[in-house]
């Protein structure tokens, strides 16, 4: 069993940032890639920034350049820096991780609960 936890969010004026970060607990081997996604009211589950284990990291294009990603794989967490958030960005983030969580088992996705991000004035 695998959970994922977050934390950060809450409310922010247009302009601002926040800083989400996500930790993953549990039976844990190895954990591949980590990511933010996000949900908007009325609006399907969109990918935000995943990074793999060496470092590598992919962005939405409505994101790059304002949000960064980054992980420790020591302390198995990911963390989200948001830089001038606007109210677009409004939405529950939600931590993704691929873990294996012992050797020889198939790697399966979990998800965190959930955190929301409100940018408003």
């Known amino acids: 069993q695998v959970q994922l936890v977050e934390s950060g969010g809450g409310l922010v004026q247009p302009g601002g940032s926040l800083r989400l970060s996500c930790a993953a607990s549990?039976?844990?081997?190895?954990?591949?890639?980590m990511g933010w996604y996000r949900q908007a009211p009325g609006k399907q589950r969109e990918l935000v920034a995943v990074i793999n284990r060496g470092g590598g990291s992919n962005y939405a294009d409505s994101v790059k350049g304002r949000f960064t990603i980054s992980r420790d794989n020591a302390k198995n967490t990911v963390s989200l820096q948001m830089n001038s958030l606007q109210p677009e960005d409004t939405a529950v983030y939600y931590c993704?991780?691929?873990?294996?969580?012992?050797?020889?088992?198939?790697?399966?996705?979990?998800w965190g609960q959930g955190i929301l991000v409100t940018v408003s004035s």
């Open positions: 993704n991780a691929e873990i294996q969580s012992m050797p020889g088992i198939s790697r399966s996705y979990a």
């Open positions: 549990g039976r844990i081997f190895i954990i591949y890639e």
